[in-house]
């Protein structure tokens, strides 16, 4: 009896933990149709990416990608990013991560001229 709930509870257990029902996108690359700022900590700088009509973030909570204050080289990020969408250049966004709710950071990105 003992031995049975708890395998109920391990089994429970993984499936609170979740796992891959969030995952979003690792890499995503597109044209930025638009960008938005807000609190520092409240996904300070989110931007959205299309390729050919197509939605490069929606497997992210809300179709955006962000990053916050505190992250690293966040005003040479956010100045490269409005570039980029100034520009019409293509943006390339590598090592996104999604954390458990699915929302995506930034990780790192490339801007590519026309």
Same mark, same amino acid.
């Given at each position: 009896? $003992?031995? $049975?709930?708890?395998?109920?509870?391990?089994?429970?257990?993984?499936?609170?933990?979740?796992?891959?029902?969030?995952?979003?996108? +690792?890499?995503?690359?597109?044209?930025? @149709?638009?960008?938005?700022?807000?609190?520092?900590?409240?996904?300070?700088? @989110?931007?959205?990416?299309?390729?050919?009509? +197509?939605?490069?973030?929606?497997?992210?909570?809300?179709?955006?990608?962000?990053?916050?204050?505190?992250?690293?080289?966040?005003?040479? $990020? +956010?100045?490269?990013?409005?570039?980029?969408?100034?520009? $019409?250049?293509?943006?390339?966004?590598?090592?996104?991560?999604?954390?458990?709710?699915?929302?995506? @950071?930034?990780?790192?990105?490339? +801007?590519?001229?026309?």
């Amino acid at each position: 009896m $003992k031995l $049975k709930n708890i395998s109920i509870f391990i089994a429970i257990a993984a499936a609170m933990a979740g796992g891959t029902a969030n995952a979003g996108p +690792v890499s995503a690359s597109g044209i930025m @149709r638009s960008y938005y700022l807000s609190g520092g900590a409240n996904f300070g700088f @989110r931007i959205s990416l299309y390729q050919n009509g +197509v939605d490069q973030l929606s497997g992210c909570n809300a179709n955006f990608a962000y990053i916050n204050t505190t992250d690293d080289n966040y005003q040479s $990020k +956010v100045a490269g990013l409005m570039l980029a969408y100034s520009t $019409k250049a293509n943006v390339v966004l590598t090592g996104i991560v999604t954390d458990s709710q699915g929302f995506c @950071r930034i990780g790192d990105y490339s +801007v590519a001229g026309q």
